[in-house]
């Protein structure tokens, strides 16, 4: 054979080793790889040998499938399904409720303090045996359970003594796709939607299901399927049949469907000649389009509602408020029992106060008046999903409405699917902030859980990362950031590393030399992020529009909160956003502690110094630095921090198949280039203000400012036109 073709079946053959992994990571954290550690496949056969699972409902018989699938997988052998009791039992799956009396009492102290959709895994003696109830108040229960006693096997843990209860935290645990008609996504970087309307309602994907499974492993139990930049065709006939299908899927796997709607959308698809929620015959179009989706889905969640934010509609385009609009909503969906989430992400192009200010002014004045249905869903920050932002003001100070914390999964700014960033660690950094409002201890994640302040509905949303991508996220690890959001929002408590340990166990494999390294770097990798996009509380040096890599010069656009020289304001005298009462003020929005803390660039924490402070160029940094030198070292730490994640990832090949390795390795290398040019054009900017050489250790840039300046990337993904 020639070298040619030699080369062309080498390509080949890598071609199919590279696809096969795809066909792998498929499977998310749900392999159910073959478990080679005999005593413990033993163990494991033992416990699930004979299973008593009635299959009454369609949330059990997925319950059922999922065990059929999965044991067989890991321990090579099927088990025994029985629908009425047996003495040879090993495992008992039912409600408390069915459960024999005498087995009830050997569960009932613990079972005390299950949740509605909690549940218990305990192993007892039953009959002298050795037996693992696995008992919930609700089906949904018995699948979140089953779910976590696979995910136990998956993950090697003794099950012989398993004596385990959960609850979630939080009742509304939810995805937010940002899901066009036309399958495009909006800050989509996974391919596109995976919703195929145009074969709806006739055609099911099989992905759907397995959708739905990933998302029941994890306790999300609700969705919304379109962007909340929304299209009104969603709520008519033609659409909502579509909706119905997906939601007769989603529904055995817990999964409640929510839709975006578009405020005008009695104008657009109800020909009235308002939308203005005062309007007695508006009032009137939202109630029978809420029967009307009734009709379809009987269990529909609700609207998620985006008004008067970037363009779209609202009632203030008629004169009216947020409370008007969205308890008009509510009142049309109360009947169904239905929920109304309205964003809290505005800021108006005729306000020129500080855009991190805004939200809070406009909705704080109506604490207390929303309905009990509506929740207002805040994102994490006051700007928008930066690498890194202080939590936003409205936690802790909006005290009687239930607020919605909302994440993004999708990297929109952190490096689209390409860079490697374990999200957790920021979703962490936002839970544990304590607001002090109602003194020390007063965290975001007990807003968030209701407990602080006793409201009633609690919840929490991610905007998906998911796209019809073989791997589902773009990149391997953008996997964790889907499945770490899911354990977050079961569990506002739950620390990173605990996520990252389970994620990795499931998804690659349990070897603690594989393990220890591979969890050190992901738990890195924000601040590493952090350091060459953003160091210091710098914020918003995005190119424009795509956001894809860095832009800190663009200052030509429509409006001044649109440009990132409006929110580094680097002039020759120095850098960042004065917040504090000398400049916009927006610190007296956290409670007078915290406000104290903030104002005082000596004590404030160093990560948020930019965002709260304009400074000068030679103001000298704990570390003795200067600012100056300050920054360009972080720059130089962040790409420094990518190169250890290439030589961590490469140490640890042994442990991986080549697949695997590669596809990992390959987004690695990109990372670095991308933290390279990031540090250079930031740098490279900065300086033509601060007039100073780069330090010793930082590298020289690679290419001019102009080089930097000129790049243009008009295919980025993720982007709807009028943002072009
Ligand atoms: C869906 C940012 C994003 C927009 C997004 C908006 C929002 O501005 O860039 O794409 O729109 O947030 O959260 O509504």
Redesign the pocket.
Known sequence: MGIFKLSLVFIFLSFLKLHSQHLDDYKLWLKYNNIEDKNLATDYSNITNSIYLPTTSEIYTNTKKELSTAIPQMLGRESTFTDALRPENSLIIDLYDNLPKDLQLKVEREFKNVSNEGFLIKSVKYNNAPITIISAKKEIGILYAVFRFLHLMQTHENLKEIDLIDSPKLQLRMLNH?DNLDRTV??GYAGFSLWNWQKLPGYIDERYIDYARANASIGINAISLT???ANALVLTPMYLEKVEALANIFRGYGVKVYLTARFSAPIEIGKLKTADPLDVAVQKWWQNKAKEIYTFIPDFGGFLV?AN??GQPGPQNYGRNHVDGANMMAKALEPFGGNVIWRA?VYSEHDDTDRAKQAYDEFLPYDGKFMDNVLVQVKNGPI?FQPREPFHPMFGAMKKTPLVMEFQITQ?YLGFSTHLVFLPKLFEEVLDSDTYQKGKGSTVAKIVDGSLYGNKLSGMAGVANIGTDINWTGHPFAQANWYGFGRLAWDPYLSSEMIADEWLRATYNNDQEFIEPVKKMMLMSREAVVNYMNPLGLHHLFDTGH?YGPGPWVNNLGRPDWNPVYYHKADTMGIGFDRTPTGSNATEQYAPYLANLYNDPKRIPEEYLLWFHHLPWDYKLKSGESLWDGIALKYQKGVNQVSEMITTWNNAKPYLTEGQYKEVEMLLQIQLKEAKWWRDACLLYFQTFSQRPLPAGVEKPANSLEYFESLKFPFAPGIRPQWD
């Open positions: 940002w909006e800050r962007n909340v930049n985006k934010s970037e992400f928008d929109e956001h």
